[in-house]
């Protein structure tokens, strides 16, 4: 079925449970006419098959109610509480959120819902499926920690990424997720990531191409810039070679032609540019149709949306994978076989354990997520606080030219002292975390611990999805105190981390937890920190570029209007697909270090 529309391989498929209702019915009032001289009219014939299906989905659905109701009582547990909606299936909210998805904030009205509800944790039943959805780190620790076993992937989860990640290690569960974690654990090691050659290299490239565009006098899109090094230090690290994306040039602000005044080249054309839009939008097609879950072609009913960006994707791994796969066969035909070697890539490991094109490509992908997308989200979203935090940037650089120095090329040790950029960094992944939202799903029916002494568990139904909000428990301000919506990087070093994360660091997930825990979260932090030093080495201020952020991706107005709520802050739109980012890029100018200049006290 793979060149039918999407709408139609849907119906062929699902063709038995829907026509079996029908069927049934024509055939039972076919007897009856028979069998007992009841009068059936070709009227009501009709009426009966067309009115078999809702009445199939009501008895479908009242007995699943049933059941789980039954099955909660038996263990003395609650299903959480239900967020109401007038229309069948939630069809309201669900059709509510698709018209306000370009203008809505991350997570809105999460708060005043949890308000009304009286607590973090509550059932959404969409399409007539129960999501129990939360935002409490005792129920995200079950999840991912206390009751790992008892929650997955799944395969409907399984099923919405495979177009995009295919059997790669952020798609699978059990085994073949064991097999991708430990061949790529041991690239994860300290002797692997405390090396910055990689680092340096692309940085020193980076910083050239922005001092290059603010001397031209125009504005730069940090996050493009930034995306560019992380995903050249990625392709380094993981095959051996980065694909040059940063030499493709800087994007110019959307009111200047594509050439530039000054006949500077747009990046446009770049396989590595053309790459880098097309994953995401792939990503974002696959996080809208994770609204719908298996539903989705209904959305797309007569074409695959995400067919071209993924074969832009392929297109740009399938030559890398191939290469590889070349190479290890022309060493064995002459008789060389290297394995375990200190200097092997994490791709030349990949290729000696299987030489199957598809299963290396989806593997790649994952962690091209993983190496570029996380490090680039973490480093779009420090600038732009730094940007509107001058007084954090100025301590920051005070603490970098304290402990290293103005040129000096920092080292893994350094890092270690340097506890204002962790803090600083962390932040910001509180505020602004990578992977705002995520999602398991309940292997089998269980249950959580109630919160309040005496109450009653609450009940999960198997193979029920369980989706968890990292972005708004970053946020609570009965986790966090009064100050949880303000950007103040001192409380990873004050007071407040005693008070609040010490002792209940399930409240700070910037990385997942659990044995899913991000292996490369070390990488991440030191190719982060390794970047804002050499930027602030080179450079002493950050200015938000406003004029410079195409319209339609500028703050909306009303947004100021919520005074008690973080969005009424941004100058900017945050976004998610599988990670979060600033819509149509984060535009800023910036201060170069002049010869000589010291750092402000």
């Known amino acids: 079925m793979g060149d039918l529309p999407p709408g139609i391989a849907y119906l062929i498929q699902r063709s038995p449970r829907i026509l079996s209702p029908p069927a049934l019915t024509y055939v039972v009032l076919r007897f009856l006419e028979s069998a007992y001289d009841v009068p059936v009219s070709a009227g009501l014939l009709t009426l009966g098959m067309v009115l078999s299906l809702p009445l199939a989905l009501t008895i479908s659905v009242m007995w699943d109610e049933f059941y789980i109701r039954f099955d909660a009582a038996k263990r003395g547990a609650v299903l959480p509480p239900r967020v109401g909606d007038p229309y069948p299936g939630s069809l309201g909210a669900l059709i509510k959120g698709i018209k306000t998805l370009k203008t809505a904030y991350p997570g809105d009205g999460f708060e005043e819902l949890c308000e009304k509800l009286g607590g973090y944790t509550f059932n959404r039943r969409i399409l ?64 692997r990531i405390s090396h910055f050659d990689n680092f340096d290299r692309h940085a020193e490239d980076a910083i050239r ?17 930034i995306a560019r090094f992380t995903l050249d230090s990625a392709t380094e690290f993981l095959f051996g070679n980065d694909v040059g994306s ?35 939008e792939a990503q974002s097609i696959t996080s809208f149709r994770m609204r719908f879950g298996v539903h989705w072609p209904l959305m797309e009913f007569w074409q695959d949306k995400l ?11 399938d030559p890398i994978v191939g290469e590889a796969i070349k190479r ?13 070697r200190d200097d092997e890539t994490l791709l030349e490991n990949l290729v000696n354990s299987t030489e199957d094109p598809i299963t ?18 973490a480093l779009t979203f420090t600038v732009y606080m730094l940007a509107e935090h001058p007084d954090v940037l100025r301590r920051l650089r005070e603490e970098i030219l304290r402990k290293i120095g103005p040129q000096r090329r920092p080292t893994y040790d350094d890092f270690r002292d340097m506890k204002y950029m962790k803090a600083v960094i962390n932040e910001t992944l509180r505020l602004y975390p990578v992977v705002p939202f995520n999602i398991r799903i309940s292997k089998k029916a269980t249950t959580w611990p109630s919160k309040t002494p005496g109450g009653k568990p609450f009940y999960i139904p198997a193979n029920t999805r369980t989706p968890y909000g990292v972005f708004m428990m970053h946020r609570r ?32 997930l910037p990385f997942n937890a659990g044995p899913r825990i991000c292996l490369g979260q070390q990488f991440a932090y030191h190719e982060a920190s390794f970047f804002l030093v050499r930027l602030l080495q080179n ?13 339609g991706s500028r703050a909306p107005a009303d947004w100021a209007q919520d005074k008690d709520a973080r969005k009424a802050k941004e100058k900017i739109r945050p976004k998610t697909h599988l990670t979060m980012y600033v819509q149509d890029g984060l535009w800023i100018t910036m201060q170069e270090v002049k010869p000589g200049e010291e750092v402000g006290v």
């Open 209 to 225: 191409q922005l001092k290059h565009r603010l001397r031209e006098g125009h504005p730069v899109d940090f996050q493009d810039l």
């Open 328 to 340: 290890k066969r022309e060493a064995e035909a002459r008789g060389i076989v290297e394995k375990d």
């Open 539 to 551: 450079f002493s201020a950050i200015s938000l570029a406003p004029a410079a952020q195409p319209p």
């Open 246 to 280: 940063l030499s493709g040039g800087l994007p110019y602000p959307y009111y200047v032609t594509a050439t530039g005044p000054s006949g500077g080249a747009s990046s446009d054309g770049h396989p590595a540019s053309r790459f880098v839009r097309a994953f995401s």
């Open 307 to 317: 067919k071209k960006p993924i074969g832009i994707v392929h297109d740009f791994i």
């Open 477 to 508: 301000k009965d986790l966090w105190g009064p100050d949880a919506l303000e950007f103040d990087p001192d409380r990873f070093l004050d007071d407040r981390l005693h008070k609040y994360l010490t002792p209940n660091p399930f409240i700070f």
């Open 128 to 191: 007539f499926e129960n999501r129990i959805i939360t935002a409490e780190p005792e129920y995200i620790k079950a999840i991912l920690a206390t009751q790992f076993d008892e929650f997955e992937k799944g395969p409907e989860i399984r099923y919405l990424f495979h177009p995009l990640l295919g059997t790669g290690v952020f798609a699978v569960d059990g085994e073949l997720w064991k097999f991708h974690r430990s061949m790529t654990r041991p690239f994860f090691s300290r002797d």
């Open 360 to 377: 290396l490509r989806d593997e790649i992908m994952s962690l091209l997520v993983a190496g570029r997308d996380t490090t680039a989200s």
